[in-house]
């Protein structure tokens, strides 16, 4: 079973940059991609970036390329989201979520972190 605690949330203000970590613990040996994902008050959530564990090859939504940058430190077993130029549109609560190869569901998922941006 993977474990998957986020931290790193908070405040902020609009154009301003938080970087969210988070750790895996359990079966990390199993899991090949990981991901951020955020839900914004009354919305669905959504994808925002994930990360193909074995190459660091990256992938985001367009409403966040250019802004965010997902990394990972695999002697950690932690992945990064860097988020700069925050906007009050990304005001949400982020997930991270862990899956085994690119066609399965992502069935691990951290507890989430709040992050507020004011404008």
């Known amino acids: 079973q993977v474990h998957l605690v986020e931290s790193g949330g908070g405040l902020v203000q609009a154009g301003g940059s938080l970087r969210l970590s988070c750790a895996a613990s359990?079966?990390?040996?199993?899991?090949?991609?990981m991901g951020w994902f955020r839900q914004a008050p009354g919305k669905e959530r959504e994808f925002a970036a994930s990360i193909r564990w074995s190459s660091g090859s990256a992938y985001y939504a367009d409403s966040v390329k250019g802004r965010f940058t997902i990394s990972r430190d695999s002697a950690k077993n932690t992945v990064y989201l860097q988020m700069d130029s925050l906007k009050p549109e990304d005001t949400a609560v982020y997930y991270c979520?862990?899956?085994?190869?690119?066609?399965?569901?992502?069935?691990?998922w951290g507890q989430g972190t709040q992050v507020t941006v004011s404008s």
């Open positions: 979520a862990a899956r085994r190869s690119v066609i399965a569901d992502y069935a691990y």
């Open positions: 359990g079966g990390t040996a199993s899991i090949n991609f």
